[in-house]
């Protein structure tokens, strides 16, 4: 996008929210993540569903993260409604929250991502600390013993794909030395590759289902049992310091964070999807 460009979107923006006390903001979320959000939240208004309703087989944390992001604002007193778009935004959207054509990710990402745009965004508190994010390692089911065997201290015995967008699974993975390492922007395609064997592997987090796996139109992949990926950083929603309502999202997102980690209710999130699960205390981390 040119400079020129960029600045006019950015004007029209800026226009569009000044004629409008309650503004639709527009939010990109990946398809999936919204079908599945709108399938677990099943008609109840964000305002007043629990924890417990992430305890669903088509859980997972970003599904999580979507809710508890439009919760906290509204519990911190942010009042605008939200338009959501729904397509592959995975690669675009740090560089839509930089320029400031989104107000903030729906989705968090690693503290160390964050503090590379720190002058364009501001970072939320934790939402998961570091040290409690353990990924699986997620394969076709019929290759599941077969790459249990493979794996010792190292995963150079086999194929992974992942995206460099996702900065601490690419370094992580590196240093893990796969035979080879796949770059991929899309999720779902990742799945269909692991899945249809052309790819070993894939880190996915952990769910509620067990043994785990996950499934979807053309794919099903399941956890190597027995060991984990520790992806050591912490994950932070950011809000763009460039868009009109940046610091009003902020002070409202760090409010009702603070107010759901006082009644443990993000925890209790995680647990119920079972991000956060003792089912994988004992497995072997590499």
Known sequence: MSLLNCLSLKLLLILS????SHAHISISIEK????YAKEILADQPIAEFSAEIFNHPKCQRDVVEFLIAQRALLEGGFAHPFHFTLGNYDARNLKLLESGLLLMSFDTIWLSQAQTIKDDVYI???IIEKGAYFAGIYTSGSNKVSLQNKISKDLSQISVVSSRAWLVDWVTLKA????QLHHEDDWITMAKLVSNGWVDA????FNNTRPFFYEGPGYRIEAVEGIKVALRDSRHFVVSR???YAKEAYNALQLGL?????????FQAYRQCGFITPLVDEWYTL
């Not at 999936?32 to 079908?35: C, K, L, N, P, Q």
């Not at 893990?176 to 035979?179: A, N, S, V």
């Open 258 to 266: 603070a107010k759901l980690k006082a009644r443990k209710f993000i």
């Open 242 to 244: 460039h868009h009109p």
């Open 32 to 35: 999936d993540i919204y079908e």
């Open 17 to 20: 929210f000044a004629v409008q």
């Open 176 to 179: 893990l030395k796969p035979k």
């Open 202 to 205: 894939m880190l996915v987090s």
């Open 124 to 126: 939320s508190e934790p």
